[in-house]
């Protein structure tokens, strides 16, 4: 069986170690954890794990995150992924740091990249998982916050929360979506 993981980022260097490219991290995370090396391909980067006798086929896409939509219809056909089998790990502004939230389907929640997605696949019908980033910004400033970097407390929490998050990717691709919400939504 395969599975398609998506995380949401913007490609570059400038986007580097920013809130919004966490999606990017988690998956840098679990590819790292499993020895899995991405390479470049066409709308992203694509590496793949195995795990339980499952393949997880890792997409970091380059369309940019308010056009990840492109890069997960492409990579759902090529890889003859359903739509059951699709998880997306974006940013959430509205979730204390480090927060982890999975929901089988559900709105857009203002978050671009995913109401991209939505509009493509022409469904909210797929699983997303949100890490949560906090909200500690002056009213107008959403887009400076997610664009910026950790602070050193966050930074230092990181390896713990990465972790967590691939634990719950894995149990995703092994269990299935209920199940892994019931365990990992408390953490």
Known sequence: MKYLIVGLGNIGAEYADTRHNIGFDVLDALAGASNAVF?????????????????????????????????????????????????????DIALPFGTLRLRPKGSAGGHNGLKNIAELLGTEEYARMRFGVGGDFPRGHQVDYVLGRWTDEER?????RLKLFGDAIRSFAAVGCAQTMNFFNKK
């Open 156 to 160: 230092a929490a990181m390896p713990e």
């Open 39 to 91: 390479t470049t391909a066409r709308y992203g980067d694509v590496a793949e794990v195995r795990w339980k006798g499952r393949t997880l086929v890792l997409l970091k896409p380059s369309t940019y995150m308010n056009l990840s939509g492109k890069a997960v219809r492409y990579w759902m056909d090529a890889t003859k992924v359903p739509l059951e089998h699709l998880l997306v790990v974006s940013d």
